[in-house]
């Protein structure tokens, strides 16, 4: 069995007018050491699918399992603190921590100490490829890309082994987004992390490994 699967997912909500299926039956097998992308155009349902991976909603019907548990079933905020780390476009770094703080904080809020948070810290701000000057500078006084950069670190400060990330270049540059790319393909392929990246941009899906097509809320290639 896949780290995480997706059983005939489907979430839908009613407007006034109509019933909306934002995510129609969804079915797949997601492996670590892989890199998947999830394209498709607004509104196709790619977003929807990302927060129903991440717990943040629940299916209308069926089910998603991680390590062979259903996650309805599961504590959502313990999942999503230890199981599943997310990585958004806006890099949502808190602007009052330093850049080591905001790579500490998920550790701490999870009871670790000062000590311990900090040495992880340090590691991943290394891993990738930032070094310790830019420990004390607030997320103001980075660029875009090294602001993604520490926010990949935090995610990967956790126990999380599946890493999801909703249009990480989407405010960065080229050069920028290529280094992203490069990074969280190295997560996958040289570290095993399961990586599931939801974007709009196909120089990404070349390189993914798996390329999921979302249209109408259904997967379809």
Known sequence: MGKLVLNDVSYQYRTKYQTVYAVNNVSHVFEKGKFYAIVGKSGSGK????????????????????????????????????????????FNLFPLLTAIENVMFPQQFAGKSENDAKQVATQKIQSVGLNETFHSRFPSMLSGGEQQRIAIARALSTNADVILADEPTGNLDVGNSNNIVELLMKLAHEENYCVIVVTHDLSIAEKADVVLKMEDGKIVN
């Open 47 to 90: 977003t929807t699918l990302l927060s129903i991976i991440a717990g943040l909603d629940l299916p209308t019907s069926g089910e998603v399992i991680y390590d062979g548990e259903n996650i309805a079933k599961m504590n959502r905020d313990k999942y999503r603190l230890e199981k599943i780390s997310v990585i958004y476009q806006n």
